[in-house]
């Protein structure tokens, strides 16, 4: 089980220029999760997903889209992007029980400069 | 919508004394309250949870205690060691499946 995984680790994008990040995971989750981490400010949930092609927005939707298309991706999609969007992004899942814990991916660091 | 609190910022500890961190939520709704741990560069991971129907949880070193009416929840570390250095963020959520919202988080430094 490799779990939850994300690409790329690190990058470095100009302004106004889009890339997706990727998320997969192998345990069969329904629900996965996209979070940015900017220092000091904790976790704060950009999209989620309750199962394949469901998606609603969470707290920071802008200027970031998502799509669920199986049961085991979750890319998130940056378009044109800003300097506010330098960030570790974090993709988690949450299984069905009986933990409700949500499981991380190992982060992808994102500069834009 | 639920806004979490944390406090601490920081904390620092000797090794052996306990640790304390404290949160509050706004949504009276809100019945789970995970805490999640994050060591440095890693990915945060979850250490213990709460649902509200539950006052108090231990397991080995760490505990967390619930206080619905005032609408606060604590971890509590015991017997600290170098290996608890760490950000640790809590979260509420009005349902065990979906949307957190997380703390600003605490960054707890044992010193030997």
């Known amino acids: 089980n490799a779990g939850v995984t994300q690409t790329p680790k690190f990058r470095i994008l100009k302004i106004g220029q889009s890339m997706t990040l990727q998320c997969t995971q192998d345990m069969n989750h329904n629900y996965m999760y996209w979070y940015r981490q900017d220092p000091g400010m904790g976790l704060k949930l950009i999209y989620y997903s309750v199962g394949a092609g469901i998606t609603d927005k969470g707290e920071v939707p802008n200027g970031y889209n998502v799509s669920r298309s199986t049961t085991e991706d979750f890319p998130l999609r940056l378009e044109l992007a800003a300097p506010s969007q330098t960030s570790v992004y974090f993709c988690a899942s949450q299984g069905g029980g009986p933990t409700y814990e949500q499981y991380f991916g190992p982060g992808t660091r994102l500069t834009v400069t | 919508g639920e806004n979490v609190e944390q406090h601490p910022s920081t904390l620092s500890v000797q090794e052996g004394d306990s640790a304390v961190i404290k949160c509050t939520y706004s949504?009276?709704?809100?019945?789970?309250f995970p805490w999640y741990k994050q060591e440095l560069g890693k990915r945060p991971q979850l250490i213990i949870d709460?649902?509200?129907?539950?006052g108090e949880k231990k397991d080995q070193r760490i505990a967390v205690t619930l206080n619905k009416t005032a609408k606060h929840f604590s971890l509590h570390i015991t017997e600290t060691q170098p290996e608890d250095s760490a950000v640790y963020f809590c979260?509420?959520?009005?349902?065990?499946?979906?949307?957190?919202?997380f703390g600003a988080g605490t960054q707890v430094v044992v010193t030997p």
């Open positions: 709460i649902r509200s129907n539950v």
């Open positions: 979260a509420a959520s009005t349902d065990s499946w979906g949307k957190l919202q």
């Open positions: 949504d009276s709704a809100s019945n789970y």
